[in-house]
């Protein structure tokens, strides 16, 4: 009976649509080509404007500060009537702002791939000895504080909606903030949110405010008394109007109410509409909260915000709860980001010293050949699956760039930043559609020798391959999930790519090669479905040879681990300086610096065995001051500055300065790491228990163990070989194998068990060997495409793309082999041998490779 599909295809449909629309545009519009395009008027003044920007941009500054120096005091608000500036109190920057927005590309591009801007900071520490009491000494005090700090500033800007930002410090009270691609209005914002430092204090107002100043103008009309100041609370009215209220307060917070003390914070809204503050203190500030009321009934409390005046409620009845109220004429983007602040407050406050425009960490040469690696790598893989699979292969690519486009729709719509671990989740989804097909189509290649009809048969393979393709991407799900909640930086962005990936790929390969097929079937336009059958049926003893491979895989994983271990602690450098951190150089030259000048000191940086040096571009806003950023490993400046003087004498490179900078992937994103994949591999072992057997669930997690220790160990002995560091792209390929190792185990198990349940007859052992050769031909096809994709990635991937590439590959090795001889191994003898209690009685299988009559 024909299937009515009409449906399925207009949910197709809308997605693609939707999902293209919220991609395009993907790359931004140049702003004084926007500026000029959009404006409703041009005259010869307007004109001029523009060239003179051309020229600026052309010299160094970039578009939006040309554009500003440009228009200077013109008025451009008749240019651009349709923008509503007037009430504005810089109608030229309002209008600037707007229409970067309205050109920025959807596609967000991370600091590795794009640049962005960098913030170096300075925390006040006088101001940190003046708030601290304890016995700290002044050194650890300043570490603890720059370390908290370093936490905040992550938490704020995660909230504030820029992803995987590298923060670290940059030696004695300095921290280095950089962000990604940033318009003008969010860098702005950035600054604000950065340097506030969201010091809560609740002070008593003076019984006497009124008699000593005027609160509504502020005139004094009495000399302050000792132990008080005077503040002001400026608010803008709904007409426009700024009303005033001065108070007299104390010069300092009430019964130790201040500092870290609000446990929660959310914006609320008022009887009239109006966005309000609504706060929940910790236990011990609520504790003190209630003392401070109860004493103090008909008195007012001012609440104090970085030493500005909130509001000062008067005290009708004690507080006991801990809870309250920062009302005022909030918008509610300002609500919001106070929000943000009172929940991450700073233990002393932070200034901006310094602010530039980077380039891409990565490098436009790395970038460059990471893009033509993942275009052959789709290539590869897209011919090798319409060469195999002819048609069906078709099918599978059509559905393999339906898969990508929805990727990056969800992930434009959600404004997620792509980045060098994001692209690795990518990878892993492409490996994982491409795996669901092969799933489907040898399923269906086994109904068709069993002689069913072509519909029959594909069916059949879409029925039987549901199962198996749901339980290993619910698996990965469950991982990427965890990973995006319990992680930080790169770990959680890498998560938000698999998460939206592996939900992708279910759709596309169980309803759009589905609806091809039934298209085609329905109008009898596809009569038979012919594949390659290169790998045939085996007859392989797996388990025979499992426990030898077994010991010594084993062995190989945790002695090359350990080898690594000894080698960092007999002083062998192990770890980049993503990990470890080191020596950040500024070097000036005689000419003007591009592209070609990094590609020309990472050359010279790998003499020195400094393969994975940082080197970015940096400009200040007016492009007037450019210099060469080197980050190197520690103590390495004076070989730096050798290596350049004498590799690149033309270019006369000038040391500028320089200081220490800490790890990018500090103790808080390791420990995040650590802890979210703990917990995705309970959730795995839960679930897996829940659906298979609880012998299944720890082998599966044991074996991606033994993959991740392996894969760690390999990249040891590289290291001890080749010099290879360990590095941030290392991490996003650990957590690419856990997806990819757990997948691959998920296959097997299910074949094991589809055989049991169908009472297939033979021991246990005879069982997964039978299990193991029915799914050779998917294990090889689908580990080979990926392995082709990855391979791709190490051949004309350079630098971090190469890191990743080679740790993914072994990964993709020893995830295929661990499956056969790690996982099934492990449930083997978990049973010792015996069935598990899994189907009914057993029952002869004809034609099958290793079941016994």
């Known amino acids: 009976m024909k299937q009515n599909n009409l449906g399925r295809f207009i949910l197709v449909l809308v997605i693609v649509v939707w999902s293209l629309f919220q991609i395009y545009p993907p790359a931004s519009r140049n702003l004084i080509t926007e500026f000029n395009d959009r404006a409703e008027k041009s005259d010869t003044n307007f004109v001029a404007i523009v060239n003179e920007a051309q020229q600026l941009q052309h010299a160094g500054t970039n578009d939006f500060a040309a554009l500003q120096q440009a228009i200077g005091t013109n008025d451009i608000q008749k240019n651009f009537s349709f923008i509503n500036a007037k009430t504005q109190v810089r109608p030229t920057t309002y209008i600037l702002n707007r229409l970067q927005r309205e050109a920025s590309g959807k596609i967000k591009l991370g600091l590795d791939l794009q640049g962005g801007t960098s913030f170096l900071m300075e925390m006040n520490t006088n ?122 307060v104390k010069d300092h917070a009430e019964n130790g109410l201040s500092g870290d003390i609000v446990k929660h914070a959310k914006v609320d809204y008022g009887t009239l509409g109006q966005p309000q503050i609504d706060f929940e203190l910790t236990p011990e500030g609520a504790k003190r909260f209630g003392e401070v009321t109860s004493a103090n009934i008909n008195h007012r409390l001012a609440i104090v915000l970085d030493k500005e005046l909130c509001s000062a409620p008067n005290i009708e009845s004690a507080i006991l709860g801990g809870n309250g109220q920062i009302t005022g004429h909030y918008t509610i983007d300002a609500a919001r980001s106070l929000v943000n602040v009172l929940e991450n407050p700073m233990r002393a406050p932070l200034s901006i010293v310094q602010s530039r425009d980077v380039s891409a960490t990565l490098g436009k040469d790395s970038i460059r050949s990471g893009i033509m690696a993942s275009e052959w790598g789709v290539i590869f893989v897209a011919g090798f699956m319409l060469i195999y699979y002819r048609f069906a ?98 770990i959680q962005g890498f998560g938000v790519t698999l998460t939206i990936g592996v939900a992708a790929s279910l759709f596309t390969a169980l309803v759009v090669t589905r609806l091809i097929f039934n298209f085609l079937l329905n109008r009898n336009w596809m009569k038979s479905l012919s594949m390659s059958h290169i790998i045939t049926a085996s007859k392989i003893d797996f388990m025979k040879m499992a426990k030898p491979l077994f010991v010594m895989t084993w062995i190989f994983a945790i002695a090359a681990v350990g080898f690594g271990i000894f080698n960092a602690t007999q002083g062998k450098r192990l770890f980049g300086v993503d990990f470890a951190g080191g020596d950040s150089a500024s070097f000036t030259s005689s000419h003007k610096l591009g592209d070609k000048d990094i590609s020309d000191v990472r050359a010279a940086l790998a003499t020195i065995n ?94 991606v163990l033994h993959d991740v220790l392996f894969a760690i160990g390999a990249y040891c002995v590289a290291n001890a070989i080749s010099g290879r560091e360990f590095n941030a792209t290392v991490v996003a390929a650990v957590l690419t194998i856990i997806g990819f190792s757990i997948n691959d185990k998920i296959v097997i198990f299910d074949r094991i068990r589809e055989q049991l349940k169908l009472g297939v007859r033979g021991s246990f052992s005879e069982i997964i060997n039978l299990s193991l050769n029915q799914t050779l031909s998917r294990t090889i096809i689908t580990s080979g495409t990926v392995f082709l994709a990855t391979g791709s990635l190490y051949l004309f991937g350079g630098g971090a793309i190469n890191d990743f590439a080679f740790t993914f590959l072994v990964g993709i090795l020893v995830g295929t082999y661990s499956s056969i001889f790690i996982a099934s191994v492990i449930v083997l003898w978990w049973h010792k041998g015996q069935r598990p209690n899994i189907g009914e009685s057993q029952v002869t299988v004809q034609n099958s490779a290793t079941a016994k009559a």
């Open 127 to 248: 101001a940190l000895a003046a708030n601290t009491n304890s016995g700290q000494p002044a050194s650890e005090a300043v570490g603890a504080a720059l370390s908290q700090a370093i936490q905040v500033l992550r938490k704020r800007i995660d909230q504030f909606g820029v992803a995987e930002p590298d923060i670290r410090p940059a030696g004695g009270n300095r921290i280095l903030v950089q962000l990604p691609g940033l318009s003008q209005a969010d860098k702005d914002r950035a600054k604000e949110q950065l340097q506030k430092p969201a010091f809560l204090e609740f002070r008593l107002v003076h019984e006497r405010s009124g008699e000593i100043v005027d609160e509504k103008t502020g005139d004094i009309k009495e000399p302050v008394p000792p132990g008080y100041v005077l503040l002001r609370q400026y608010e803008l009215l709904p007409n426009n109007q700024t009303a005033l209220t001065a108070l007299v």
């Open 393 to 490: 292969g078709l099918t599978a690519n059509i559905a393999l760039v339906t898969n990508i486009i929805i990727l990056l729709g969800v992930m434009c719509s959600i404004g997620t930043t792509f980045t060098l671990p994001g692209i690795a989740g990518g990878v892993l989804t492409v490996g994982m559609a491409v795996d669901a097909n092969v799933l489907i189509y040898e399923r269906i290649r086994e109904e068709l020798a069993k002689g069913k009809t072509l519909r029959g048969a594909i069916d059949a393979g879409y029925g039987r391959a549901f199962g198996t393709i749901f339980d290993s991407h619910v698996t990965t799900l469950i991982s990427s999930i965890i990973l995006i909640w319990k992680g930080t930086g790169e």
């Open 610 to 703: 400094e393969k994975d040096a940082q080197v970015q571009l940096q400009k200040d806003a007016a492009g007037t001051l450019e210099t060469l950023n080197i980050t190197t490993s520690s103590g390495t400046t004076e070989k730096v500055k050798y290596v350049l003087a004498e590799k690149l004498p033309e270019a006369k490179y000038v040391y500028t300065g320089g200081y220490t900078v800490g790890a990018a992937i500090g103790k808080e994103i390791q420990v995040s790491a650590v802890v979210a994949s703990l917990l995705a591999m309970l959730g795995i072992l839960l679930y897996v228990a829940f659906r298979y057997e609880f012998s299944f669930a720890v082998a599966a997690v044991l074996a």
